[in-house]
């Protein structure tokens, strides 16, 4: 199984990052620490011969000098229409904030984590030590070890958000590794949205090696509804490493629309933990890789309510040399009963180069299940398909483009958020002819 060493992952760079907080940030990042030393790359028997780690330029970066809390706040972002808050988020440090006031009138609580550490540092504990999200991967433990600033957003009981919470993440600098958090308790009966775009922001791409590390821990109360979305178009020299959790309380809903466009190797893990009666998670995720992009995404969801749903789906389209691996597992534990879940994962294959392995799992402990499906293919593209839309006058490369858009569409098209199905049609577009 292939292994990672982080030169910077060290205890002198937990030290300077906790440097002017409370004794409980350095004694998190120092346990957090020693979690990601002792914890290996993939923990799963089903998934340890299937781990790809090569292409992160972690040898050729460091941590640069982010540490205590700023003494000033953020600039005050605008927040754009439609929206009900907004944050902008360079090299791991939250650099623009805001909420409109019809957010903040319904007692809405959107802070940066510095800021938070400065002026209400039980509140920040709190968030960022809550045990229902506290996940054993080993990139969760480095970004929690590691973490410069962050998000922490509060939405409280019954609050309908009249917009989503726009969350941009610039590019970090060339020569350096930036890890930042986001976690959101979304109240009973509450509704959230969350749009997270990394490396979206228009500007001329940074050339150099750099890493960028996302932790997104999300509580989810009785009867609440979070949907979430996040495109990825990092530098393609940059390492990227996502850990996205989610606790589902009873009738809770959690919905993930996320996509992976970016970066030399993006290896992500989603977990959503049923732990309520009737709760529900739909997870769509998509790849495009080119060049000698790597991809290795692990997508998870256990069933510890009763009557409790999981639709989880990947699908990952790739060209020229490049590499992915989807892989899924979805457990029903005994107490879990009337379990209904489905879990595809799929692979496209454009060129002789690229490779793929595409791995379901389900771990069941109990007998009473309403179903427990799953489906797996790694499949080339279907020239019979380019010849019969070559027929009807498409060339080829615009055919093999709308068979891929074809094929990506099933994790797509469910998306809630029309902004998030745009921005996959125009980055697959502006993509393809990439080498």
């Not at 409790?308 to 060209?319: E, F, Y």
């Not at 569409?409 to 990439?434: D, H, I, K, M, Y």
Request: glycine letters at 10%.
């Amino acid at each position: 199984m292939a292994d990672l060493k982080v030169p910077f992952a060290r205890a002198e760079a937990a030290d300077a990052l906790s440097e002017g907080l409370p004794g409980w940030v350095r004694e998190d990042r120092m346990g957090a620490l020693q979690a990601f030393a002792a914890t290996p790359v993939e923990t799963s028997s089903l998934f340890i011969r299937h781990v790809v780690t090569e292409g992160a330029p972690v040898d050729r970066v460091g941590l640069g000098d982010a540490g205590a809390p700023a003494a000033e706040p953020p600039a005050r972002a605008t927040v754009p229409a439609g929206f009900a808050a907004a944050a902008t988020l360079a090299d791991g440090v939250v650099t623009a904030i805001g909420t409109t006031e019809a957010a903040a009138a319904a007692g809405v609580r959107f802070s940066s984590i510095r800021q938070a550490l400065a002026t209400d540092p039980e509140w920040a504990r709190a968030r960022l030590q809550d045990p229902r999200v506290q996940s054993a991967d080993k990139f969760f433990q480095l970004t929690r070890a590691l973490y410069g600033d962050g998000l922490l957003l509060d939405v409280p009981d019954g609050v309908r958000l009249d917009g989503a919470v726009k969350v941009d993440v610039l590019d970090p600098t060339p020569g350096r590794a930036a890890f930042w958090r986001l976690s959101a308790h979304v109240g009973a009966r509450a509704h959230a949205e969350v749009e997270e775009s990394q490396g979206l922001g228009g500007a001329a791409r940074p050339a150099g090696p750099a890493v960028a590390g996302v932790s997104t821990e999300s509580v989810v109360g009785e009867g609440a509804e979070l949907n979430y979305t996040a495109v990825g178009n990092l530098s393609r020299e940059c390492g990227v490493f996502i850990n996205r959790q989610a606790h589902a309380a009873a009738r809770a809903k959690v919905r993930f629309s996320l996509a992976n466009f970016g970066g030399a190797l993006t290896k992500s893990l989603v977990h959503t933990q049923l732990s309520g009666d009737a709760s529900e998670v739909k997870h769509a995720e998509v790849a495009f890789g080119t060049g000698t992009q790597r991809f290795d995404l692990s997508s998870f969801a256990t069933h510890e309510g009763r009557r409790a749903k999981s639709d989880v789906l990947a699908r990952a389209a790739l060209r020229n040399r490049s590499k992915g691996n989807v892989k899924g597992m979805i457990k029903i534990e005994h107490r879990g009963a009337d379990a209904d879940s489905y879990l595809g994962q799929f692979a496209l294959l454009l060129d002789p180069g690229a490779k793929a392995v595409a791995i379901p799992g389900l771990e069941i402990e109990t007998s009473q299940v309403l179903r427990a499906k799953h489906a797996a293919s790694v499949s080339q593209i279907d020239e019979s398909q380019v010849f019969y839309l070559g027929s009807r006058g498409v060339d080829a490369d615009g055919a093999r483009r709308l068979i891929v858009e074809g094929f990506l569409s099933p994790a797509v098209a469910g998306s809630r958020s029309g902004a998030f199905r745009e921005t996959v049609r125009a980055l697959v577009e502006s993509r393809w002819g990439e080498a």
